[in-house]
């Protein structure tokens, strides 16, 4: 009979085990964070600097590109984006083409905008969901309010809203800010607007997942700058000044880190300690035999 | 036409019950974890379910109505009825004696996209990466040869063109020698992935970060 | 009549938008973005429904034939004619405080929460699946560590090198590879967008009967 040992115990070991052990690193430093220093990355610094630089009366298009599964990683970089904008002036148009975005993104941000106080229809409008992402926003480059069928989220008409003045096509915007979670996101406003040439400056804000492919996007210059993940948002969050969900967030996201490393480096011993000493036994028998 | 409200009382009386619902929500799609169970079972289905009416309630609200306000009603776009007769025609999909009427729309759509597709939108971030990909070989900062930028550049441009070269020319092509270039690029492929599941393993990880931030912060308080 | 009405339909509406995007001629463009793309997002918009339809279909058969585990069918009609109605009838709709009530109580959580499963299961296959079996393994393995521990803080903490490397990694392996994935991807698209439009590549006509 093949002998026991503690790896063949550990291989054998209940999932259920390891939800546990990764539940016990996110709840505990949920609950005491400790606040490690973050690590500020080039590409967030300089998407704040971009931002700041952009003046003030300035029309931007806030991509609301979400879902609630995602609200975790965006709600922190949009709740810091749409608070950074309004403080330096810009009037913020919120547009979406996830059914759940411009929802979400109106529960995130209407009561920090309210403690700002920030006027709807003047200082911000939200648009809501549109079906056919690329028809609309090829229609925005020449008829925005056409594209939109002039009616915001509640039905209001837009061309009677104090936010809209000035703004007829896609071009009239400075920058768009997109949450990008997948598709539609980045890649369906740098297809519509920025290879058309509409809106030169795109500031992609991916999820931890997209941020792979965003970083080729922001090498190339598609993209103007760049907030990824969770990690990125505690940085925009402490950059503009007003640390929040992620900041408190990133010792939780750390224990998690480790504890999936955990997982990675223990299986691998163990695996090949089981194989090393089914090799062993092979061996002997081998020998035992001539 | 003037909707209906519920009254206001019975939405306040019932807002502060929403996270409660959100947590019972949650405890019964997690207690998947511990073995599947009815519960879990009816979270799945009452997902589904809403989450296909939520689709078609935004659609209405924001896309179809509107369009009926502003360009029939307000602007006398009465053309607006054919385009909106081709979308429903892809209803006589289910339908196995007519579904090939279904095809109209589905041709118009996959026309269309195709056209915007082949125009400078997909073209020019392709050339555009593609020029970003040359990059110089021998850097020059401040009158000094850049030793690190250099081989950084050497790295990136070496590393599309070998991917580039193992995707576009297929094994029998890169024969004998020219074969190490297929286990460069396989390798550069294989770390890539790597940085792609590393950062999958954040995005899990905010996952779950979000929901006990739902359960500790909005529902027990805790911070 | 079947398929070549579609197969004309498909070329006039892709030529339009190629002429619209290479050449400036007012008519073209004028038809293009007033007609054509409104057209495209009004009949889209009409169309949202067949999923919906489907999903209703199936689980109305469900209930009639009484399949296994039908009882759940129940639930998600109720769920979805709840929802439909409530946000069709109310007055504004999405942002009515009852819609809005409903929403955030059920479909947001339910779907934050079922997406947040796959974090288990994650867990779960770092232990059980991943194994440094062969060199790409490896390699892939300790990339993945090295992007793990340097997008937090307490790598930075254990070791400094930890965000560089990872940075390095992501910039110049990670960038590039995407950037050779994207280019041969872009090609694949442009020339399966020319094989639609002239009518070689037919499998969006397929799955009907008749021809």
Same mark, same amino acid.
């Given at each position: 009979m093949e002998k026991k040992t503690i790896w063949h115990t550990m291989a054998a070991v209940d999932v259920r085990f390891l939800y546990i052990i990764i539940v016990i690193a996110i709840v505990i430093p949920l609950l005491n964070p400790i606040g490690l220093p973050l690590v500020f990355l080039d590409e967030v610094i300089d998407t704040v600097a971009l931002m700041r630089s952009i003046p003030p009366g300035s029309l931007v298009y806030f991509g609301?590109?979400?879902?609630a599964e995602n609200s975790a990683e965006l709600r922190p970089p949009a709740v810091a984006g749409a608070r950074l904008m309004y403080e330096l002036g810009h009037r913020i148009i919120i547009g979406g083409f996830w059914p759940d975005g411009c929802i979400l993104v109106r529960q995130w941000l209407t009561p920090y905008f309210e403690e700002m106080g920030a006027v709807y229809g003047e200082d911000y409008v939200i648009l809501g969901y549109r079906a056919s992402v690329t028809s609309i926003l090829d229609t925005a480059r020449d008829n925005f309010i056409l594209a939109f069928s002039d009616r915001d989220i509640n039905g209001d008409r837009l061309s009677s809203m104090p936010v809209m003045a000035g703004l007829n096509k896609a071009s009239d915007f400075a920058y768009c800010f997109v949450l990008s979670p997948g598709g539609p996101g980045t890649g369906t406003y740098t297809t519509a607007w920025r290879a058309t040439g509409e809106v030169d400056l795109i500031i992609d804000v991916p999820t931890g997942s997209m941020y792979n492919s965003a970083g080729n996007n922001y090498q190339s210059g598609l993209t103007a700058g760049l907030i990824g993940g969770l990690n990125g948002g505690a940085q925009f969050e402490q950059l503009i000044g007003h640390p929040g969900e992620a900041t408190r967030s990133m010792d939780a996201q750390s224990m998690g880190h480790f504890a999936i490393i955990t997982f990675l480096v223990v299986g691998n011993i163990g695996y090949f300690q089981i194989r090393r000493m089914e090799e062993q036994e092979k061996e002997a028998i081998k020998s035992g035999g001539s | 036409m003037a909707g209906v409200n519920v009254p206001t009382a019975i939405v306040d009386a019932l807002t502060p019950w929403s996270t409660t619902i959100g947590v019972i929500c949650l405890i019964g799609v997690w207690s998947m974890l511990y073995k599947e169970n009815p519960f879990y079972r009816a979270c799945e289905h009452a997902y589904v379910g809403s989450a296909a009416a939520h689709t078609l309630v935004t659609t209405y609200a924001n896309t179809i109505k509107p369009g009926i306000q502003m360009n029939?009603?307000?602007?006398?776009?009465?053309?607006e009825i054919i385009p909106i007769l081709l979308g429903c025609l892809i209803y006589f999909q289910p339908i196995r004696q007519y579904n090939w009427i279904s095809r109209f729309p589905m041709a118009f759509w996959v026309g269309y996209n195709a056209g915007y597709s082949l125009t400078l939108r997909v073209a020019m971030p392709l050339f555009t990466e593609a020029r970003r990909t040359m990059l110089p070989f021998f850097v020059i900062t401040d009158g000094r040869f850049d030793l690190m930028t250099s081989i950084n550049n050497i790295v990136f441009t070496g590393v599309v063109v070998l991917v580039l070269v193992y995707f576009i020319f297929s094994r029998n092509v890169i024969q004998g020698k020219g074969v190490f270039l297929n286990r460069w690029a396989r390798i550069a492929i294989m770390i890539c992935f790597g940085a792609g599941f590393g950062n999958g393993v954040a995005n899990r990880v905010s996952l779950l970060i979000g929901r006990f931030n739902y359960v500790l912060s909005d529902w027990l308080k805790l911070y | 009549m079947r398929r070549t009405v579609p197969m004309v339909l498909t070329f006039c509406a892709g030529f339009i938008m190629v002429l619209d995007g290479f050449f400036n001629i007012s008519f073209i463009n004028g038809f293009a973005n007033r007609y054509l793309m409104r057209s495209v997002t009004l009949s889209v918009a009409w169309a949202a429904g067949i999923g919906a339809l489907n999903i209703v279909r199936l689980h109305v058969r469900n209930i009639t034939t009484k %399949?296994?585990?039908?009882?759940?069918s129940y639930i998600l009609l109720g769920f979805f004619f709840f929802m439909l109605i409530s946000g069709v009838v109310l007055e504004r709709h999405t942002t009515n405080p009852f819609y809005q009530f409903v929403y955030s109580s059920f479909q947001a959580q339910l779907s934050a929460a079922v997406f947040s499963l796959s974090s288990f299961y994650l867990a779960s296959s770092s232990y %059980?699946?991943? %194994?440094?079996?062969s060199l790409e393994a490896t390699l892939l393995l300790v990339a993945a560590v090295f992007v793990i521990s340097g997008s937090v803080p307490m790598g930075a903490a254990i070791w400094s090198g930890f965000p560089t490397v990872s940075q390095w990694l992501m910039k110049y392996i990670n960038d590039s590879t995407m950037r050779a994935f994207t280019i041969g991807s872009t090609m694949g698209t442009l020339s399966q967008c020319v094989r639609n439009l002239v009518g070689i590549e037919r499998g969006h006509l397929r799955g009907s009967e008749g021809g």
């Open positions: 609301a590109e979400c879902a | 029939m009603a307000q602007n006398g776009d009465y053309w | %399949r296994t585990n039908y009882q759940y %059980r699946a991943f %194994r440094a079996r």
